[in-house]
């Protein structure tokens, strides 16, 4: 025999052996079970010591997804797989799960809608092991841009109600007498003829004016990114704070805060605990026709006495410091862990990525940041006193400025404790808002067309 062959077999025959009788018997063994559910999509993930093959298929009246998965002995990981979805999932009526065949698992998913589904595995990876996720899309995606739209009209007929709640109130107050000591009042008798009450005329109506640099008369949106999400944590402070945890609340912060001020909306790239692929936040900034792109993050180094924000725009060339190199590698590992189906990735938006990003919209980025880091300095230390720049891809939407803040380094014991206080946190939304403001008042949009993939 072959010292190469002898070689083989000692391996073959470790393997075996680190193997228990379990696996052995039955294959992989599920180690957990996790759901992710929101409005864009709900994920499902198995989570198991070696790699899970399945086929899907769909069933109607009513609408299920049938999912066998070979090699699999149905155990008590499996089973909570059906505890896990809630009844607000947004595409999940229940899950039902058993033991098909020997060695086979059967997964039902009972659906709320038909949906189009995305089923991949993933590789080990950070803190996972194998991966088997279905992602389950509505087949007809929504028009994002309208639902901005609708939103601002309903908020605004909600104040308008709230207004006229209060001046009738304050009316009816006025007006109704104050009681006299003695009983009650009696009625005051009217005039014989009393005047004729003239009702006012609506003022005419005033023509809309053009756009000029110094005057806004259409929608401005802000696209706002809190990084990581769902399957991908981000960084972890040393008392266990989670980045996507913090940045998500400061986020939804400062979404109310921008969607109280005139002419301005918000949309989110995730308003919940899921993960969404950096090329798919850009998509979205885009089919808004975003003003502006705003990724908000906390900081993480090796050592725990790295601290201070940052604020980072794209580069159309090196990073502007070796520090910058690093963060934006860090973050462009983001789809790494939140787990990406590469077989769905579009060639065009990845084209865009890569290619579209232009002089002018990093030139606006710089501003932006700009604006930004002015009014982050007033709230706490900075890391860098400029604005810095790298190849952050979820930066390189061709024609919306962009820009990634980095609040604190939540490795850092004492500025964890400050992401984690509500003051610092409300300071730091003050901040941004009035950055973004700020970069506004110097820099109207205009009216302009643009290319959305």
Not at 69 to 74: A, K, N, P, R, V
Not at 89 to 97: E, N, W
Not at 347 to 373: F, P, W, Y
């Amino acid at each position: 025999m072959s010292p190469e062959r002898r070689k083989a077999l000692r391996t073959m025959g470790a393997l075996v052996l680190g193997l228990s009788a379990r696996q052995l018997a039955f294959g992989a063994s599920i180690v957990a079970v996790r759901v992710w559910p929101a409005e864009d999509y709900t994920r499902v993930t198995l989570e198991s010591d070696t790699p899970l093959a399945a086929r899907h298929s769909f069933a109607e009246n009513p609408d299920r997804l049938i999912i066998d998965i070979d090699g699999l002995e149905l155990n008590p990981a499996l089973r909570d797989l059906v505890s896990k979805v809630k009844s607000d999932d947004p595409y999940i009526a229940g899950v039902r799960v058993g033991q098909y065949q020997p060695r086979v698992v059967r997964l039902v998913l009972d659906l709320k809608e038909a949906v189009a589904p995305q089923v991949f595995t993933l590789a080990p990876v950070a803190a996972y092991r194998n991966r088997l996720v279905f992602d389950l899309y509505p087949k007809q995606e929504r028009d994002p841009l309208l639902a901005l739209i609708r939103d601002k009209e309903a908020a605004e007929q909600q104040a308008a109600q709230a207004v006229r709640d209060a001046l009738g109130d304050f009316i009816g107050r006025v007006d109704k007498p104050a009681p006299l000591a003695g009983g009650p009042l009696s009625a005051p008798a009217l005039p014989a003829s009393a005047p004729e009450v003239q009702t006012p005329k609506p003022p005419p109506a005033v023509p809309p004016q053009p756009m000029t640099q110094g005057r806004v008369d259409r929608l401005i949106v802000i696209a706002l990114d809190p990084g990581h999400g769902g399957e991908d944590p981000g960084a972890v402070g040393p008392s266990g704070l989670k980045e996507k945890d913090v940045v998500l609340a400061v986020a939804l912060q400062l979404r109310d805060k921008l969607n109280a001020m005139p002419n301005m909306r918000v949309m989110m790239t995730r308003d919940a605990d899921f993960f969404v692929p950096l090329h798919e936040r850009v998509r979205k900034a885009r089919r808004v026709q975003a003003d502006l792109f705003v990724s908000i993050h906390a900081d993480a180094f090796f050592t725990p006495k790295a601290r201070g924000a940052s604020v980072f725009a794209l580069s159309d060339g090196a990073a502007t410091s070796t520090a910058a190199r690093w963060m934006a590698n860090r973050e462009n590992a983001a789809d790494m862990v939140g787990g990406v189906n590469v077989a769905v990735k579009d060639a065009t938006v990845l084209r865009a990525l890569l290619d579209m990003s232009t002089t002018a919209q990093i030139k606006d980025s710089l501003k932006l940041g700009n604006e930004v880091l002015g009014q982050i300095s007033k709230v706490g230390r900075m890391h860098k006193g400029q604005v810095e720049q790298a190849g952050f891809a979820v930066l390189k939407a061709p024609d919306v400025p962009s820009i990634l803040v980095e609040t604190a380094f939540i490795s850092n014991p004492e500025e964890e404790a400050k992401l984690r206080d509500p003051e610092f946190q409300q300071q730091l939304v003050q901040a941004l808002a009035t950055g973004i403001s700020r970069y506004f008042a110097k820099n109207p949009p205009l009216a302009r067309h643009r290319t959305v993939s």
